[in-house]
Nanobody
Framework: QVQLVESGGGLVQPGGSLRLSCVAS????????MGWYRQAPGKQFELVAT???????NYADAAKGRFVISRDNVKKTVYLEMNSLKPEDTAVYYC?????????????????WGQGTQVTVSA
């Protein structure tokens, strides 16, 4: 079993900052690309940012210049530093990870999701 557990969400005023964390645990060989996605009320589920095992990053336009994604491979954790937060950043933020699991002599890539953490930006 593989679990992703997010933390760090909460209520913050516009212009404020939050740092989300997501730690992967369980029986696996390694973790590949990790990322953050979000679901805002009445809006489509969307990518926020991803980081590969080699630390290459990708950001949605809405996140560029304000959010920073990073990872700690020893701790099997991905972070999302969110700055200059706006009310439109209000959403449930989900962590995703590509995890490599041994299946006999084969490594299989599986996708796992966290349960989500609420971020609310409001005065």
């Amino acid at each position: 079993q593989v679990q992703l557990v997010e933390s760090g969400g909460g209520l913050v005023q516009p212009g404020g900052s939050l740092r989300l964390s997501c730690v992967a645990s369980g029986n696996f060989v390694s973790v590949g690309t990790m990322g953050w996605y979000r679901q805002a009320p009445g809006k489509q589920f969307e990518l926020v940012a991803t980081v590969t095992g080699g630390d290459s990053t990708n950001y949605a336009d809405a996140a560029k210049g304000r959010f920073v994604i990073s990872r700690d491979n020893v701790k099997k954790t991905v972070y999302l530093e969110m700055n200059s937060l706006k009310p439109e950043d209000t959403a449930v933020y989900y962590c995703k990870a590509d995890v490599f699991i041994r299946d006999g002599d084969v490594l299989r890539r599986r996708e796992f999701w966290g349960q989500g953490t609420q971020v609310t930006v409001s005065a």
